[in-house]
């Protein structure tokens, strides 16, 4: 690529003009690119983006804060996630049955709810009425209905301590709701 654009209309020319010597000095570049990177192989060169010891400057795009991932910026106070009668708050989970570190809790779920599929009765008596003055009747019995009884048991374990809570379970997509606020606990617990 070391020809201009044969299609460019002439008043655009790229590139050093033809017959200039360079303006910089020995091992300078001649265009303003960035400092070579460790990627680059240069001698003397910094650490770029994705390599160890890189540290961009702060902007667009970059944490402002030195920490490698989000920290909960609630205070001691401030509850960060509440599954049932556990709560987390700053670097603690507070129980029923006492306070227990957050660091290394294990958390558990298991989903002890059931849903059940059943015609209602109300498609039954139209069935059996609209049976009599029509055969359509007998679509009423596709009706159904889901109903989910049960409950979620969440358990917590830390620092010696363990206790246990169950969330009733109203709806088919309970459980992976307490799913997701037991990851996010999970998360914070690693931290």
């Known amino acids: 690529m070391t020809e201009p654009n044969p299609y460019a209309d002439g008043e655009y020319t790229w590139g050093p003009t033809p017959g200039t010597p360079p303006t910089g000095a020995p091992g300078v570049p001649e265009y303003d690119f960035p400092n070579p990177t ?4 240069a001698p003397g060169a910094t650490a770029g983006y994705g390599y160890p010891g ?3 400057a702060p902007g667009y795009g970059y944490p402002q804060s030195g920490a490698p991932y989000p920290v ?3 205070g001691p106070g401030a509850p960060l996630v509440s599954i049932g009668d556990i709560t987390v708050v700053g670097d603690s989970i507070i129980t029923p049955s006492g306070t227990l570190p957050l660091k290394g809790a294990v ?3 298991t989903d002890m709810s059931r849903t059940e599929e059943k015609i209602p009765t109300h498609a039954i008596i139209l069935a059996v009425v609209f049976f009599i003055f029509c055969l359509l009747g007998l679509l009423f019995l596709l009706m159904k209905e889901k109903t989910t ?5 969440v358990t917590v374990t830390s620092g010696g301590k363990h206790h246990a809570t169950m969330i009733p379970a109203n709806h088919a997509g309970t459980f992976q ?4 606020q037991i990851s996010y606990a999970r998360s914070l617990s690693a931290m």
């Open 38 to 41: 460790l990627a680059d192989g």
């Open 54 to 56: 890189a540290h961009p």
């Open 72 to 74: 909960p910026t609630g």
């Open 107 to 109: 958390w558990n779920a």
């Open 149 to 153: 009884t049960g409950f979620i048991q």
């Open 177 to 180: 709701m307490v799913m997701g």
